[in-house]
Every structure is written in C-alpha cells, then in structure tokens.
C-alpha cells in the first residue's frame, strides 16, 4: 500500500520533470481537433469507427473522405466496422451553440445541447447534455438510456494553449438475454457510470528554436452497479517534436499509466512506456523509426515503429510499408463500454501486437484511395463468450493468434454536397487454442452517402454489412450468429438559418440481428424532431 501512495505521489513529479512537451505530428499521420460531439446509438448495436478521418478539423456525420494520409490506429483490434443505431448530427452551418429535440419509435426521446463561447478574447468555454432512451415493443426488459453532461474552458496563454474539461456519463441497460416472463427489471438492470478529467498545455504556434511540446494529464473512474466493481486511473502523456533543416524530425514520448481495478480482489498497475524517434519527410519520401520500451510491473516488453512511404505519381500513388509493435492496455471500462453486457467480474490481461501493413494510397481531384494488407500476430487478444455461470453475461477470454486482413477504401467528394464512402475489410483468424475468433464477422463493408441540395435539403444513407460470426455455447460448440446488412437514412431540412427539421430511419430493414449472442437488436427504429442555432 505504501509503495501504491509514494507511486501516486511522485507521478506529478515525474510529469513536470519532463519540461516543455511537443505534439509529435509526424508518428501521428493526421490530427483532428474536436469539441464534444454525442452520437445517437442503440445500445445494441456497433458502432461506427472509420479507419480515415476527415481532412477537416471538426467531425460531421456522413461526411468522411479519405486524405492522403490515413489516421493511425493503435488499438489492438482489426479495423472494426460498427453499424451505428442513428445517423449522427450533419452538420453545424451557422452557429456553434444549438438545442436539439427529438422523439422517436419504439419510444426514444431525445434531447441535446450544445453551448460554445469564443467572443472573450483567447478564451473558449462551453458545456454540453445529451440524453437518449429507447425500450423495446415487443419485450419489456429490452431498453436502454444513455446521458451525459460536459463541461470545458481553456484558451491562448502568450504562445501556448491551456484546456480542461470534464464529463459524466450514466448509461443504464438490462441483461434482457434468455428472460422469463417472471424477470423483474430492477434484477437485471445494469448501470454504468464514469467520470472523466483531462488537462493539456502545448505550443499554439511555432517557436524559434522548431520544439513543439504536448503534454496532458487525464483521470478517470467508472463503475457498475450491478456487480459493484469499480475501476480507476491516472495517466500523462508527454510528446516532444524537434524540427531542423525542414526534413528531419527529432521526436520523444514518454507515457505513464497507473490504475486499480477492484471486485473481489484489487488490482494495481503501473505501465510506462518510452518510445524516442527520428523521421525525415521531403514530400517525395517519408521515412520514420521510433524504438522503445513498454514496462508493465516487473515486465518490460519492446515498442517499435517503422515507416516508409514513397510518392510513386504527385499524390495520386503512394506506395507505403509499416510495421508496429504495440502494447495495449486492457481495462473494464472499454469491455464494458463496448459490451454493455460484460460480467463485472473480469481476467485483465494486457495485449501486445505485431503489425506489419504495405499497399498503396493517394489522392486524385474528388477521388481518394487507400488499399493495403494487413498481417499480425497478437499475444493475448480478448474474445467475448458467454459466461457459463450466468449466460446472460460475457467474460473474456484471451488467445494468441495471426490475423490476416485487407482493407480498401474509396471515397469521392465532389465540391461539399456529394460525399460517398465505400469501406471494405476481409479478415481470416487463426487462433492458437479457441476454435474461432469469438463475436468476430469476417467481413465488414460499409457504404456512407451524404447529398447536399441547395444548403435546403441534407440526405444521408448508410449500408453496413457483416458476414456471419461465432459465439461459443455452454459446451464449447460453437453458434452461428448470422451476417446481417443494416440500411439507415437521414434527412434534415434548413427551414431557417437558426432552425432545421430532421428525420433518421435506421435499420429500413428491420433486421433483428445480433453483436453479442442472446440480445436481438431492437429492429427498426426512427427519430424526428427539430433543432434550434443560437
């Protein structure tokens, strides 16, 4: 306990010791710089991550296009693509502050507010609240809530940007899997709650001496209800970028994780991980290495990062190679975020992977592509089951295996009203002991539509396709979870410059399909409503 408090005690020390911090903009392929967004999402769906971002600075739902440079993932898992529940906010045409209503079938209110101040000089606060809740027709324990509330300031400080913000999250589900028509709701609720904190400083514009600094601070503690478990952390990032003669890119990070986890038992972790670079970028090469360590308790474990890319024809053909070894820290908290259903007693086991990646991207006009094969090694990779104790939860478990995965992307974006996106990823699983890769689709295409009439009228659509999963029963056989496609379309009307009316369908098809073995999605389902600028 002693060594846990001098440990909390000397982590301020250890970030402030490191001085001034740089964003490392050459490791990351491309920033985006955001405020607060909330997406409506059933909880039984999967959401969307897109593995491009958008070239802008501020995210708008339907409007993905794949730059040059695709986004860096450091997540453990292979590109996953998750249909989401209800089309995102479009777009935010006039004022950056807004109320938004809506109510919807099979009973979802919604309601969202959004508050951002920038006329102080050098100072920017606002805050946010965003509610949605959704229960079944059809069965009584099948509903869900989520809400959440916000807060932010920070500003210019000479040549250096200051930020703080906080938030709370509430989201309340039911384990409805396998119910009786006896099952009292108040015995299967299940209630997560977090509550996160994050400072950062770094260098608003450039310095004589071409140092960017990054560093942050972040908190963050969740709990269950349910099963009474809890979860917190502390952590820092410090990032330090030196540029000279335009081309050469000197870059240092050095991170610092410290967490406990408590059911039955407690569990404390202290994870560094250092990792020193060099990268050199004419614009017709790009060529990049950065080596170092993840120590995790007692055990240290190498980190590595290799880059090459080379511009074959202007921006049209880039030929690129990577490889990446990575350790990635797991946590109750994003099991639990992601599979609402997760026992809350859970095996922490943290995942380290091998990356190796090579195709071709680029960009001509309006169209953009990014093709490249995939193949890695993880050690410890989680997969969701059901838990043979209690079949309405999900434990996890851990496997070693090689993944095998080609991804390709097209995207065409023709002067801002004409946006599509077609996304598609083939992976192949071989497991070392589980005889298949649980509660994962071999194939995931998406296709993303967005039209723009006349700044009057603002049509999306989506199409997500899943192939056929597994989920593995009580006997260790295996179940097929069948593949699905999900269809949802939105439109919004700009009635006036402070006012718009939208509507969102989701799932036309009314496909009742399932991510996690034992919970249905809830079918089709739609919201309508207005939305207010101020």
């Not at 001098?6 to 001034?20: D, E, K, N, Q």
């Not at 960017?212 to 952590?235: L, M």
């Not at 095996?347 to 490249?372: C, E, P, V, W």
């Not at 009228?457 to 097929?480: H, M, T």
Request: charged share 20%; proline share 3%.
């Amino acid at each position: 306990m002693k060594s846990k408090i001098l440990t909390v005690l000397l982590f301020p020390a250890i970030v402030c010791s490191l001085g001034l911090v740089a964003q490392n903009v050459t490791s990351d392929e491309v920033i985006i710089i955001k405020q607060y967004q909330s997406t409506l999402q059933d909880a039984d769906k999967i959401d969307v991550i897109p593995e491009i971002p958008e070239p802008r600075s501020e995210k708008k739902s339907f409007n993905y296009q794949i730059p040059s440079r695709d986004l860096k993932a450091n997540f453990f898992q292979p590109n996953p693509l998750k249909p989401i529940a209800l089309s995102k906010e479009k777009m935010e045409r006039y004022n950056r502050s807004f109320i938004k209503v809506g109510f919807g079938l099979p009973w979802m209110p919604l309601a969202h507010l959004e508050y951002n101040e920038r006329k102080p000089e050098n100072l920017r606060f606002g805050l946010n609240y965003y509610h949605l809740s959704a229960a079944s027709f059809t069965n009584r324990l099948q509903r869900f809530s989520d809400d959440k509330v916000g807060a932010y300031v920070g500003g210019y400080a000479g040549k250096t940007d200051l930020n703080l913000s906080a938030s709370f999250q509430n989201i309340r589900n039911h384990f409805f899997a396998f119910a009786n028509d006896t099952t009292k709701r108040k015995d299967v609720l299940r209630q997560l709650r977090s509550i996160d904190a994050k400072a950062h400083i770094k260098n608003a514009v450039s310095n004589n001496i071409k140092l960017n600094y990054y560093q942050d601070i972040r908190f963050n503690y969740f709990t269950e209800t349910f099963g009474k478990s809890s979860e917190w952390f502390i952590a820092g990032t410090t990032k330090l970028d030196k540029q000279w003669a335009q081309k050469h890119h000197a870059t240092f990070l050095f991170d610092i994780d410290l967490s406990e986890y408590r059911d039955s038992n407690k569990l404390w972790r202290n994870i560094f991980q250092l990792r020193p670079g060099y990268f050199f970028d004419n614009d017709d090469w790009r060529l990049g290495a950065e080596a170092g360590l993840a120590i995790d308790g007692s055990k240290v474990f190498p980190l590595l990062h290799l880059v090459a890319e080379k511009r074959l024809y202007e921006h049209a053909i880039i030929a690129f190679a990577k490889w990446d070894w990575i350790f990635h820290k797991n946590a109750f908290a994003p099991f639990a975020l992601r599979n609402n259903f997760v026992n809350s007693s859970l095996t922490l086991i943290n995942t380290r992977k091998s990356d190796f990646q090579a195709g071709l991207k680029g960009t001509h006009r309006s169209f953009s592509y990014n093709m490249r094969f995939h193949y890695q090694y993880l050690w410890n990779m989680p997969l969701y089951v059901n838990d043979t104790g209690d079949f309405r939860k999900f434990i996890v478990l851990y496997d070693n295996g090689h993944i095998y995965t080609f991804h390709a992307e097209a995207g065409f974006n023709r002067f801002e009203y004409l946006q599509i996106l077609l996304a598609l990823d083939y992976h192949h699983f071989e497991m070392r002991t589980q005889a298949r890769a649980w509660h994962e689709p071999a194939l995931n295409l998406s296709l993303r539509a967005t039209y723009n009439l006349k700044d009057k009228f603002i049509f999306g659509c989506n199409l997500f396709v899943l192939a056929k999963a597994y989920a593995r029963l009580a006997d260790g056989s295996a179940q097929e979870i069948k593949a699905t496609g999900d269809l949802n379309f939105s439109v919004e009307y700009l009635f006036k410059k402070y006012l718009s009316f939208f509507l969102n369908l989701n799932n036309i098809a009314h496909q009742r399909y399932q991510q996690w073995y034992g919970y249905p999605n809830i079918g089709i389902s739609g919201v309508g409503g207005a939305r207010f600028s101020f």
